[in-house]
């Protein structure tokens, strides 16, 4: 059995630490407490295995989000088995409800930091459509010219060959009948361009449909739960300081 003091600065008050270190505490088995102290640091003791409280201190360094844990000094004194579980120790009224208020601001800017990037996102992939179209129709307009240029072209060999034809009817109009085959392939090959460049654009839409979609169910799932929490929290509050 061991016993840690443990005495946490940085960013540490108003932003949920109490909570992570408790959340962290309970799920390794370890008895103690978590308290504020005036000095804007946070005081840890708790007691548990060896093991269990290395893995603890090891924890609750945390760097994340708007948390950020830039010391811990830790001190150990002998165990006394007086706790029963590790809990947090509320400061007063004014204090609290300004911890929670902090905390609540940490998020929503937290949270508003994730919708403007969700929206730069959005806009990025509405900008890879809108290149895709552009590129896409750009193909288009290319097939469309290289069919302008193979009819005039193709013209050009007809008119030449009605022109041979009327010496030698039989050799003009079978090539005549080669050339027609030719013009025709060609023109096979530009719808199929066509139809590429169609389904192209198609499937732009569609990911485009599917990543908004997404993003706003995860948003919306997000904005829930983080909610949710805060108002169990406020409601623990008014329960702590006999509000209702």
Not at 21 to 30: F, P
Not at 42 to 48: A, F, P, R, Y
Not at 76 to 94: A, C, M, R, S
Request: net charge negative; proline share 1%.
């Amino acid at each position: 059995m061991k016993r840690a003091v443990i005495v946490a600065k940085g960013k540490v008050q108003k932003a949920g630490y109490r909570d992570f270190v408790q959340d962290s505490a309970r799920e390794l088995g370890i008895t103690g407490y978590v308290e504020n102290r005036e000095d804007g640091d946070v005081k840890i003791v708790c007691e548990g295995k060896e093991a269990e409280i290395k893995q603890f201190i090891e924890n609750i360094k945390v760097k994340k989000g708007f948390l950020d844990v830039s010391e811990a000094s830790v001190s150990y004194e002998e165990p006394t088995g007086e706790f029963k579980l590790f809990k947090i120790k509320y400061g007063d009224v004014p204090e609290e409800l300004g911890d929670r208020l902090g905390a609540a601001i940490l998020y929503l800017n937290a949270t508003n930091q994730k919708l403007d990037a969700g929206f730069t996102m959005l806009g990025g992939k509405m900008d890879e459509g809108r290149e895709e179209n552009k590129h896409g129709f750009g193909m288009l307009a290319g097939k469309i010219d290289e069919g302008r240029e193979e009819n005039k072209q193709g013209f050009g060999m007809l008119a030449g060959k009605i022109d041979e034809g009327r010496e030698e009817n039989k050799q003009g109009f079978g090539m005549l009948a080669g050339k027609m085959d030719m013009m025709l392939e060609k023109q096979d090959e530009t719808i199929g361009g066509v139809r590429e460049v169609s389904e192209r654009i198609d499937r732009g839409k569609e990911d485009i449909v599917t990543e908004i979609g997404s993003l706003r169910e995860d948003l919306k799932s997000y904005m829930e739960e983080k909610f949710t929490r805060i108002e169990h929290e406020v409601e623990a509050i008014k329960a702590k300081i006999g509000m209702v």
